[in-house]
């Protein structure tokens, strides 16, 4: 690991891999490194490979990828390529809406849905294999970040109790920015703001101004094991999600189920559960009682629902934004040589993914 880095990026989630990759394209020759706490890309796109069975392996966060119909041409041309070689592919046909009334319907949207092939994590892969100079790109897994300082124009992070500087630094997370951090990271200070004294950078002051304001919805995602390959046969989706209701979300705080087909006949499903503010937590037992009777008009879910087996809780305390979006002009300090990127900027009225991608293009073309 060098030393010294033209760029240090926080997290190797979509929005950091699409600014590594677009930044690689545009100065080949600048060294560029990824600092992520998980064991792989992703962030929440990441897809999670069992220990304990080392058949397993499916996605555990963000299930899909929506992209309007107006796709910018920058982004257009990173998921062009993708989408030809069916690397990305259209799964709105698989995506189920439960209603009220325990209906299940086509979820049909105006957007285009998409998920990556064989699994999310690699969607992450294929936008950093774009790069023309991926030697430069380099990655820090299992790296949890805390502190961030400026010192003599250089940014500093500790990396695996290593000071490691760079001569900018890219936050594509807004968690050393947000309060929210204090809790999660067992700190006391944010990092952002300790890392420049206030009225010395007047985005900056902005940027901390802003981001407090945002609300983040909270996820728990419950995944379950169904061994039985009998009862798994009876399923003919290959990428079956089902959506929930406002009123079923309301009252059960089940967002959306998310199947996935394992390659010895059995099945990984994951439940995702979203709240605001108390800690939702609910029993096993409820759990299934509670599909159960939402599913009771169709037998081949109650089958599987009977054969559910935990095996692992998500908590994503630092998930999706909600509200107050950061304008886009707060993305890149020149003077103190730090940029922002990621869904929790308003870009020309976007959301998700394809927000945060676009951050992470437009911020590119804000470096000289």
Known sequence: ??????????????????????????????????????????????????????????????????????????????????????????????????????????????????????????????????SINPKQINFAFNTLTKSIQRTNDFWEVEINKHLIKCRNLILSSSLLVHPRCLEILNINTLPLRDSITKGKDDLIDSVLRETAKQKYIKRKNYIFYVSNFQIVSNFNYKYLQILFSKVLINNCNFERLIFQRQLDGSMIIVLHCAYFNKEFDISIDQIIYSLKRIFVKHQNFLDLFSHLILIDIMNWRASQPYGNLLSKELQWSSKSNIGFCGDWFDIDGLKGVEAAMNSSIRLTKLLS
């Not at 490979?49 to 107006?70: A, Q, T, V």
């Open 1 to 130: 690991m060098k030393k010294i880095y033209d760029y240090i990026v926080i997290g190797a989630g979509i929005s950091a891999c699409t600014f590594a990759s677009v930044l690689n394209k545009r100065f080949s020759d600048n060294s560029i490194l990824l600092v992520e706490n998980g064991r792989r890309l992703g962030g929440r796109s990441t897809t999670r490979r069992s220990r304990k069975n080392i058949i397993l392996e499916f996605d555990h966060g963000l299930p899909s990828i929506s992209f309007s119909h107006n796709i910018s041409q920058d982004l257009f041309s990173l998921i062009s390529p993708l989408i030809k070689s069916k690397k990305l592919i259209d799964i709105r046909r698989d995506i189920l809406h439960m209603n009220d009334f325990g209906d299940l319907d086509c979820e049909c949207k105006t957007d285009r849905i998409y998920r990556s092939v064989p699994f999310m994590v690699n969607f992450c892969e294929e936008i950093i294999n774009q």
